[in-house]
């Protein structure tokens, strides 16, 4: 199975702030990655997929990039509705896999 | 707006059964393959199985191969998983999730909140 390593587990930020949270495939996966966040008691919401491209209704203040084996999410300009966790998934090969998650908290 | 929304959790004993199932509104079901993610407590997320449009194709992970069984009724816009011989460690928050196209892509579009599978005696 490909493995997902994410990192950090957790991030502590300001309003504001710009954050970065990445993601290692164990082998390549072109760019066949998706970002989520998902919030206490919800469902998780897709806001990235093929990497880079930005789901529709999500702001332009989350990004994208990477190729192959190493991805990042950032986000700038943090703004109180970001405070959550993140997480990536890879949809290259089966099984389907996912990062640990990232706990974005307020500091 | 796309509505997944899972039943059918609770606490079972080592070795029973469960059923879930999922009611989709929103979209046009059958135009979609759909999958069921789980989540267990303090865990990460893991794929669990899938179902192309016409159930046709369907997956597993190697973890629940052989005990669970998906199928979806397009006539009812339902996705189900029935769970056999559960073990402690099926104990998870299970999502149902929606796919891109009529065929399984991995590209998980819409989420469900998600039923809790308790296994314990």
């Known amino acids: 199975d490909i493995q997902m390593t994410q990192s950090p587990s957790s991030l502590s930020a300001s309003v504001g702030d710009r954050v970065t949270i990445t993601c290692r495939a164990s082998?390549?996966?072109?760019?066949?990655l998706g970002w989520y966040q998902q919030k206490p008691g919800k469902a998780p919401k897709r806001l990235m997929f093929?990497?880079?491209t930005l789901q529709s209704g999500v702001p332009s203040r989350f990004a994208g990039s990477g190729s192959g084996t190493e991805f990042t999410l950032t986000i700038s300009g943090l703004q109180p509705e970001d405070f959550a966790t993140y997480f990536c998934?890879?949809?290259?090969?089966?099984?389907?896999?996912f990062g640990q998650g990232t706990k974005l908290e307020i500091k | 707006e796309v509505q997944l929304v899972e039943s059918g959790g609770g606490l079972v004993q080592p070795g029973r059964s469960l059923r879930l199932s999922c009611a989709a509104s929103?979209?046009?079901?059958?135009?979609?393959?759909m999958h069921w993610v789980r989540q267990a407590p303090g865990k990460g997320l893991e794929w669990v199985s899938a179902?192309?449009?016409?159930?046709?194709?369907?997956d597993y992970a190697d973890s629940v191969k052989g005990r669970f069984t998906i199928s979806r009724d397009n006539a009812k816009s339902s996705l189900y998983l029935q769970m056999n011989t559960l073990r402690a460690e099926d104990t998870a928050l299970y999502y149902c999730?929606?796919?891109?196209?009529?065929?399984?892509?991995?590209?998980?579009?819409?989420w469900g909140q998600g039923t809790l599978v308790t296994v314990s005696s």
């Open positions: 998934v890879q949809h290259n090969t089966y099984p389907y896999t």
């Open positions: 093929s990497a880079s």
């Open positions: 929103g979209f046009t079901f059958d135009d979609y393959a």
């Open positions: 179902i192309t449009w016409n159930s046709e194709t369907i």
């Open positions: 082998q390549g996966i072109r760019n066949d």
């Open positions: 999730v929606k796919d891109v196209g009529y065929y399984i892509y991995g590209r998980f579009d819409s």
